[in-house]
């Protein structure tokens, strides 16, 4: 069982930054593949960013250039730095860590709502 605690959500102008935390307790993090994900109201649930257990990563589009993903094993948590952010990310940001590989359920954050003024 993984529990999941994102923070560092917020209200930002235009151009400016956050620095989302995902804290993971539960054991065997460094082993899973982990990201985040975000959701609107009416819309599907969106990928943002994947890491592997390796540190492989993966991103969207749209956030490509502007987004990073990371993760510290050693203290269970992963991040995603959002730079030169836009009124279009606006969402509810989820954490996830995928441990179906190890037979395991995939699990998710409360989520942690960003809001970005134009």
């Known amino acids: 069982q993984v529990q999941l605690v994102e923070s560092g959500g917020g209200l930002v102008r235009s151009g400016g930054s956050l620095r989302l935390s995902c804290a993971a307790s539960g054991g065997g993090f460094s082993r899973y593949r982990v990201g985040w994900y975000r959701q609107t109201p009416g819309e599907e649930r969106e990928l943002v960013a994947t890491?592997?257990?390796?540190?492989?990563?993966t991103y969207a589009q749209s956030v490509k250039g502007r987004f990073t993903i990371s993760r510290d094993n050693a203290e269970n948590t992963l991040y995603l730095q959002m730079n030169n952010l836009k009124p279009e990310d606006t969402a509810v940001y989820l954490c996830?860590?995928?441990?179906?590989?190890?037979?395991?359920?995939?699990?998710w954050g409360q989520g942690t709502q960003v809001t970005v003024s134009s």
């Open positions: 996830n860590v995928d441990a179906s590989a190890w037979g395991l359920a995939d699990y």
């Open positions: 890491m592997s257990h390796a540190g492989a990563t």
